[in-house]
Structure formats: structure tokens, C-alpha cells
Nanobody
Framework: QVQLVESGGGLVQAGGSLRVSCAAS????????MGWFRQAPGKEREFVAT????????YYADSVKGRFTISRDNAKNTVYLQMNSLKPEDTAVYYC????????????????????WGQGTQVTVSS
């Protein structure tokens, strides 16, 4: 099992920056990738970004590309999401997710690809 704990959410003005973190514990050696999803009020949860645990390959949703950066610190088993140029439409609960290693590839933007989830952290961007 892997446990994920997010931190760093909060309230920020439009145009500002915020960094959220996700600390993983437990069987982290079994992980292939970690990602971030978000869910705005009244909307479905959507993919934001993901990073491969080994090699560091990253992928982003078009809506955040160029503004958000996902990174990892393997020594700390922690993944970060640096969010710059924030917009009111970025307001959501941000969830950390982790994907186990498998013998087959899975689409990185699908919720069902991820095996473990954090509780979420609220990010609110005021206009």
C-alpha cells in the first residue's frame, strides 16, 4: 500500500503562484508515476499533470501547459506542483495520485490508471 498526503493549498490572487506538495509513504518502490488531478465545484475530476518516478518524464493538460510545473524529489518521496499565473478557473480541489508499476502501459490522463489517491487540498484563486 501507498499513502499520499497533500499539502500547500490555499487562497491566492489571480496571477499569483502557489506550490502544492504530495508526500508518499509505504511501498513507494512499487510506483511508476505520480500525478495531479483537480476537481472544480460542479465539474468532473480532470487530469492536470504527471511525472514518471524514474526518468522524470512529464505530461501536462493543455489548460496548464506553460503555467504549471510538476517535479519530484525521489529522496523525499515527494512530488510538487508549482502553479504560476493562476487563474480563477484553476480553483479546485487538487488531488495527488500514484500509479503502480505494471507490465503494460496505461493512459496517463485517465483516473482509472492511478491506484492510490490523496485526500485533496483546496486551491482557491480570487479574481
Amino acid at each position: 500500500q501507498v499513502q499520499l498526503v497533500e499539502s500547500g493549498g490555499g487562497l491566492v490572487q489571480a496571477g499569483g503562484s502557489l506550490r502544492v506538495s504530495c508526500a508518499a509513504s509505504g511501498r513507494t518502490f512499487s510506483l511508476y508515476a505520480m500525478g495531479w488531478f483537480r476537481q472544480a465545484p460542479g465539474k468532473e475530476r480532470e487530469f492536470v499533470a504527471t511525472i514518471r518516478w524514474s526518468g522524470g518524464g512529464t505530461y501536462y493538460a493543455d489548460s496548464v501547459k506553460g503555467r504549471f510545473t510538476i517535479s519530484r524529489d525521489n529522496a523525499k518521496n515527494t512530488v510538487y506542483l508549482q502553479m504560476n499565473s493562476l487563474k480563477p478557473e484553476d480553483t479546485a480541489v487538487y488531488y495527488c495520485a500514484a500509479e503502480k508499476q505494471t507490465y503494460y502501459s496505461r493512459p496517463y490522463a485517465y483516473e482509472s490508471t492511478y491506484d492510490y489517491w490523496g485526500q485533496g487540498t483546496q486551491v482557491t484563486v480570487s479574481s
